[in-house]
């Protein structure tokens, strides 16, 4: 068992998700491959070697019920392809259509932000195709976030942009905000659907979706250190009263701060003037 594996086995001392093991991502999975077929690209097997989905199968429910409580030896999304990806071109689509429909990017467009800012960041989805697939699941099963994952990505885009930051700065920013939620994916439905009050353990079970982001995004090795490190800060606060690890900002890094801004001002327009 290589060092990697025994990393993922023991799972992660704050979250507890183990990359290895099934959970919310692959009912996703099935549940769009009705639509949009999801097949296994290789031979899908256990740590010690036991077959559970062959090359080219189609993953659906009774397929992945043979994955249940199996330690698998590579992560399901490592593992798998699906039909139709989001394209660098369909990612641009989606951000036009979000400053079309939304007064204030409409303005920020006309006067400071050309839309031509947008194709170059947009064109770098070609080259991550982890994260194609992870934003071509949140858009067909978690359309809700992915809206507001665009949202924050325009934001954080612009904000960096009205800073003046180098071109990278801007671009690793930009990508930063687009992933920042992945780790949302792999959490109980059930809680993040919850209409009543979370208890403890169910905002600590939401919490964790910033260490679950970090660990996935680890495996994305086109993704900057300064990308990740935004993902991580995403939710700390200059003041410490963030999480999961109560910085201050003079611990912060600088794209931190903006992706942490841009998605706190995309949370309250969500939730104070679109609910």
């Known amino acids: 068992m290589s060092r990697d594996q025994q990393s993922f086995v023991s799972g992660d001392k704050s979250s507890g998700w183990n990359p290895l093991q099934l959970d919310a991502y692959a009912d996703y999975l099935a549940n769009l491959s009705v639509t949009n077929p999801v097949v296994a690209m290789e031979n899908i097997q256990t740590l010690d070697g036991q077959l559970l989905l062959a090359q080219s199968e189609l993953l659906n429910p009774n397929s ?7 330690i698998l030896a590579r992560p399901l999304a490592n593992s798998i392809q699906i039909t139709t990806l989001i394209s ?14 939304t007064e204030y990017f409409q303005s920020l467009a006309e006067r400071k932000h050309p839309l031509s800012s947008l194709e170059p960041v947009c064109a770098m989805l070609s080259r991550l195709p982890l994260v194609q697939q992870f934003l071509t699941v949140m858009a067909a099963q978690m359309p809700d976030l992915y809206q507001r994952t665009l949202c924050v990505s325009l934001w954080s885009l612009y904000i960096a942009q009205e800073m003046r930051l180098p071109v990278q700065d801007a671009s690793d920013v930009f990508w930063a905000a687009l992933v920042h939620d992945v780790g949302m994916l792999h959490l109980n439905p059930h809680i993040l659907n919850k209409t009543d009050d979370l208890s403890a353990d169910d905002w600590a079970h939401v919490q964790s979706h910033v260490d679950i982001s970090n660990k996935i995004l680890m495996m994305v090795p086109e993704l900057s250190p300064a990308t990740i490190t935004a993902v991580a800060e995403h939710h700390e606060r200059c003041d410490g009263t963030g999480y999961p690890f109560a910085k201050v900002e003079s611990e912060l890094s600088l794209l931190g701060q903006v992706l942490a801004v841009a998605d706190a001002m995309v949370g309250i327009y969500f939730n104070r003037f679109k609910a």
């Open 64 to 70: 992945i019920a043979k994955l249940k409580n199996k």
């Open 88 to 101: 660098p071109e369909d990612l641009l689509q989606h951000l036009l259509d979000i400053i079309r429909s």
